[in-house]
């Protein structure tokens, strides 16, 4: 099992940037593809970016294209969201999870607490 923490939410203005951090406490992150979801108030959780293990593979909802970028260290356990370009319908509370699988975008297994993104226009 392991357990995950985001950070690096906010208050930014539309055009903003922001860099959410998804780190694994109690085991190493390497061996699990991991992915960022969102939730915005009174709508479904949506699949936003997830990557492989290696980091060979990468895939992004159509609304993020272009505008976020996820990547991920292993030596430091840790995966980012960089968020540029932002605009107020990217407000949510975002979300990073883990699982063996890359594609169970669907299904992850393992899922941190949050972390708030609020875009202001």
């Known amino acids: 099992q392991v357990q995950l923490m985001e950070s690096g939410g906010g208050l930014v203005q539309a055009g903003g940037s922001l860099r959410l951090s998804c780190a694994a406490s109690?085991?190493?992150?390497?061996?699990?593809?991991v992915g960022w979801f969102r939730q915005a108030p009174g709508k479904e959780r949506e699949f936003v970016s997830a990557?492989?293990?290696?980091?060979?593979?990468?895939s992004y909802a159509d609304s993020v294209k272009g505008r976020f970028t996820i990547s991920r260290d292993n030596a430091k356990n840790t995966v980012y969201l960089q968020m540029n370009s932002l605009k107020p319908e990217d407000t949510a509370v975002y979300f990073c999870?883990?699982?063996?699988?890359?594609?169970?975008?669907?299904?992850?297994?393992?899922w941190g607490q949050g972390t708030q993104v609020t875009v202001s226009s």
């Open positions: 999870a883990a699982d063996w699988r890359y594609d169970a975008f669907d299904d992850y297994e393992y």
């Open positions: 109690t085991r190493t992150l390497s061996i699990y593809a």
């Open positions: 990557i492989s293990q290696t980091g060979g593979r990468t």
